[in-house]
């Protein structure tokens, strides 16, 4: 199992981006996935998820700024974030799974590296 994501960056204050997270060594097609994040001195957060059947879920924080896709022929899932604020800076995850739970537990047991993402002026 693999992922790998991509994306992440030094934004302006409004800015966007979009991460990408590529996955290989799992069914994806049938795997919900999830994007978490950590800030400094925090703990991990869900931010976003979509199921296999493509519903999606979004943290109230962000929501709005936020979309999340998936395309299974590339197994990608993307997070565009747009309106980015200073304190959504963070390290954001890729994760296999559900984004159920807070917080989140062991049984999510693949995780990407990890993406800086800083919202700084």
């Known amino acids: 199992v693999q992922l790998v994501e991509s994306g992440g960056g030094l934004v302006q204050p409004g800015g966007s981006l979009r991460l990408s997270c590529a996955a290989s060594?799992?069914?994806?097609?049938?795997?919900?996935m999830s994007w978490a994040r950590q800030a400094p001195g925090t703990g991990l957060e869900w931010v976003s998820g979509?199921?296999?059947?493509?519903?999606?879920y979004y943290t109230d924080s962000m929501k709005g700024r936020l979309t999340v896709s998936r395309d299974n022929a590339k197994k990608t899932v993307y997070l565009q974030m747009h309106s980015l604020k200073p304190e959504d800076s963070a390290v954001y995850y890729c994760?296999?799974?559900?984004?159920?739970?807070?917080?989140?537990?062991?049984?999510?047991?693949?995780w990407g590296q990890g993406t800086q993402v800083t919202v700084s002026s």
């Open positions: 060594g799992f069914s994806f097609s049938s795997s919900a």
């Open positions: 994760v296999i799974g559900p984004p159920v739970g807070a917080p989140i537990g062991p049984e999510y047991e693949y």
């Open positions: 979509i199921y296999s059947d493509g519903r999606t």
